[in-house]
């Protein structure tokens, strides 16, 4: 299986072996196919895709495509850490900010697009609500964090 994610058209090129017929899923939407290439449009922010067969031992394969313009943080809730995806964001410095529910600032540091994922300790937090502000020359919003 090979999956070939093409960002100017948000098509997903897909290249399968060894079945004489598949089962693609995307977004919850199944059909089957006898073909072992095929192009299929990517028409939500977020697109899960399952490719399987009725062969044994064949497996299953997942892969999630991310189309939106809005970071990705997680886990929620919160643990020791809490990671954010800046992938989707076209400013490099961007300056993330943790809030207690109360409006205390208890983190603030600049990141940079090209780390991609930054992950931010949170520890030493305790359990609660808080917010997490993410600012740039183009971007300004908040999150909602859930600590354990």
Known sequence: MLLD??????????????????????????????????????????NAISIYTNQLYQGKYRETIYLGTTPIIYPDPVGNSVSIDLKTLTIDKNEIAIFTE?????????????????????SSLRSGIYFLRLKNDNFNKSFKLLKQ
Do not use: C, W
């Not at 995307?26 to 990517?42: A, D, H, M, W, Y």
């Not at 109360?102 to 949170?122: D, R």
């Open 102 to 122: 109360a409006g205390v600032l208890v983190h603030s540091n600049n990141y940079k697009v090209e780390q991609a994922i930054n992950e931010i300790n949170t």
């Open 5 to 46: 994610f093409v960002a100017f058209t948000n098509y997903a090129n897909l290249k399968m072996s060894g079945a004489d017929e598949y089962t693609v899923q995307v977004n919850g939407k199944s059909f089957q196919t006898r073909k072992e290439q095929i192009s299929i449009p990517l028409l939500d922010e977020i």
